[in-house]
């Protein structure tokens, strides 16, 4: 397995890969056409990633990064920046990541945040927003964010139920709970 960064030559099979993972029409082909722009910071900086098998060239998973300055909101969003210790252009964000069923729990999530986070270090983003989803299995998203350092913030429920897209868990809309997270990349020394 390969981590690299997200390139415009991928779109069209991130598209599939969030297909078939996600559910169909969770990123239309415009919409990641726009994500892969907005990963890559003014200073030539791509911070978002996929993972790549390399014996079959097959993407296996994606973080969906952007640096601060390039994004003023997330997929169907209702951030609370007012309640944030760092300035929204100051504050980098992560928007989704996944992972191949097959290979989750092996690692590959964490790798692909690392990278993300190496170039936000480098950016010197002072935060990171993100949001685990409640209904994830275990409520696995909101762990794993908190144990690489993020700190709730605010749960939105029915975070989704405006956004035109069918949830893999209760179909459409869909009336999951976001928990809106913050990692202080200052205080946590990243």
Known sequence: ???????????????????????AGYYSIEELVENQKK???PTGEICSFVLVDEA??????????????NWDHGKGSKLRADLWPTALNNTAYFQSLFVSPELQ??????????????????LRAEGVVAH??????????????????FKPIIEHPHYWIDVDYVCTLDGKPCKCTAVEMHLNLKENNL
């Not at 397995?1 to 559910?23: E, N």
């Open 105 to 122: 729990g092996h690692g590959w999530g964490p790798q692909l945040s690392a990278k993300a986070l190496e170039v936000f270090k480098k």
């Open 1 to 23: 397995m390969q981590i690299r960064p997200f390139l415009p030559s991928d779109i069209p099979q991130v598209k599939s890969f969030t297909d078939q993972v996600v559910g």
């Open 39 to 41: 990963s890559i910071a």
């Open 56 to 69: 079959t060239e097959r993407i296996m998973g994606l973080r969906l990064a952007y640096p601060p300055g």
């Open 132 to 149: 685990s989803w409640k209904e994830s299995p275990n409520n696995s998203s909101f762990k794993y964010l908190m144990n690489i350092g």
